[in-house]
């Protein structure tokens, strides 16, 4: 059974970094895609950043610059380095895999439980 377990959320000041982790058991990054999204209250989810199997990046506009996703095949895990936050990203930020197209249009049906990250003003 696939599962993914996130961690590193928390409270942090505006201007503040966090770094998110994600670890999937049951299967392998190294063969998969991963992204992460976000949803904050009364809002739609949201592709935040997303990492192909050969390493390819894509992000939000909203990020870039700020955010930097990453993986470890050997530990089969992916990161989320967030840095310079700022209030509004505020949200529940959940892991994804699979395949390329699945994780950047969010219907892949792999995802963790989700971590919450607050950025206080």
């Known amino acids: 059974q696939v599962q993914l377990v996130e961690s590193g959320g928390g409270l942090v000041q505006a201007g503040g970094s966090l770094r998110l982790s994600c670890t999937v058991s049951?299967?392998?990054?190294?063969?998969?895609?991963a992204g992460w999204y976000r949803q904050a209250p009364g809002k739609q989810r949201e592709l935040v950043a997303a990492i192909s199997r050969g390493g390819t990046t894509n992000y939000n506009a909203s990020v870039k610059g700020r955010f930097t996703i990453s993986k470890d095949n050997a530990k089969d895990t992916v990161y989320l380095q967030m840095n310079s936050l700022k209030p509004e990203d505020t949200a529940v930020y959940y892991c994804a895999k699979g395949l390329w197209r699945a994780v950047v249009a969010g219907t892949t049906n792999y995802w963790g439980q989700g971590t919450q990250v607050t950025v206080s003003s």
């Open positions: 049951g299967s392998s990054f190294s063969i998969n895609s």
